[in-house]
């Protein structure tokens, strides 16, 4: 039996087979997509040695995989299953980059564009509250996890669904220590779920939610300062608590050093916004495994973000030139707030 390869990283999520109309541009039918690729090809650029694990459908692009294994990727983890699951997304983004996931059939229409066959039938994705205790098509569950996966001592979980998240927190924090980083998944960030959020996140080094998230889940709550909120996470097990604000900024509370700080993006032509997020997290881990450092994790999550920005194809980030980053870590550096 060939011997397993140890991988310093391990990232779980969704893939997804992607349908965008972007502002005034030709249509992106069917490419490669999901919380879990974004990551996975921003993270690249720091480590290529990394664990995926993922579910997917019969029908979901062998040749897809294929290609991330080429990039050094391990894709033992990323199970498929006989039963169908649904893959495909569409999203529309008008002329001010609004987002519209409904009606595909008319938005196609309505550029003049011939309506693609692949997504026929599809089921438009709709936002719903997670359950506690009942399983998706694509919750991972802790005997999907490779044996030398666990090995690795850095995990990130990309969003997905509660079970996921609470099972695989507490399955990897039992082999020895870890790191694991967590974007929070939207059905969970709800006043629902406050009284468990606390088990949730307390074996985690970084925590990671969008502002509204955030919002949503302190709503019944009489606190309305977003830094007291990010204080209270902390408390509850993570050293960093990251907020990503509407205008492309990022928050940061270090609960280390109690400080906090803030981060504006980085000023380039924006012609892409899917996977920006998932991209700040891949240089966000990446610099965080690399230097232990929060604040230059920052600085390269936003400059991860700033690169998946610029173009609409989700590979674009693996053939930037020499020193971009480094180049734009140390302009965002200058940009820096403590607060």
């Known amino acids: 039996m060939p011997i397993s390869p140890y991988l310093p990283i391990v990232v779980v999520g969704t893939l ?13 039918n069917d490419i490669p997509g999901g919380h879990l690729l974004h990551t996975a090809v921003h993270l690249h650029h720091w480590e290529n040695r ?11 692009p062998q040749e897809w995989l294929d290609h991330l294994t ?6 033992h983890g990323i199970k498929r299953t006989a039963l169908p699951i649904e893959h ?33 039938g599809y089921n438009v994705q709709t936002n719903k509250i997670d359950s506690m205790n009942a399983k998706t098509d694509e919750t991972i569950i802790a005997r999907d996890i490779p044996e ?15 079970m996921t998240h609470n099972l695989l927190t507490q399955h990897f924090a039992q082999f020895g220590p870890k790191r694991i980083t967590l974007r ?19 074996s985690l080094t970084a925590f ?48 280390n050093h109690q400080s906090r700080y803030r981060l504006g993006p980085y000023q380039n032509k924006v012609v892409n916004l899917i996977g920006i997020h998932d991209a700040f997290c891949g240089g966000f881990i990446g610099e965080l495994k690399k230097t232990y450092d929060p604040v230059k994790a920052l600085i390269a999550g936003n400059v991860a973000s700033s690169i998946a920005m610029e173009a609409n194809h989700p590979f674009y980030a693996l053939d930037t030139i020499p020193g971009l980053h480094e180049a734009r870590a140390d302009y965002l550096y200058s940009k820096l707030e403590l607060l």
């Open 16 to 28: 997804r087979r992607d349908f965008v109309i972007p502002p005034g541009g030709k249509p992106l």
């Open 88 to 120: 495909r997304f569409f999203i529309r983004y008008d002329g001010n980059y609004q987002k519209s996931t409904l009606y595909p059939l008319a938005q196609y229409a309505n550029e003049g564009l011939p309506f693609p066959k692949e997504l026929l």
């Open 50 to 60: 990394i664990g995926l694990v993922s579910r997917i459908g019969p029908d979901f």
């Open 148 to 162: 030398n996966y666990l090995e690795s001592t850095f995990i990130h979980l990309c969003p997905m669904d509660y």
């Open 184 to 202: 929070a998944g939207k059905g969970y960030m709800v006043p629902q779920f406050w009284h468990a959020i606390p088990l949730l996140v307390n």
């Open 208 to 255: 990671i939610t969008s502002i509204s998230g955030l919002k949503s889940l302190f709503s019944e709550t009489r606190e309305t300062d977003i830094w007291k909120m990010a204080k209270i996470i902390s408390e509850w097990g993570p050293e960093y608590v990251i907020i990503e604000q509407d205008n492309f900024s990022n928050l940061l509370w270090d609960r």
């Open 70 to 75: 080429e990039l050094g990727m391990d894709v």
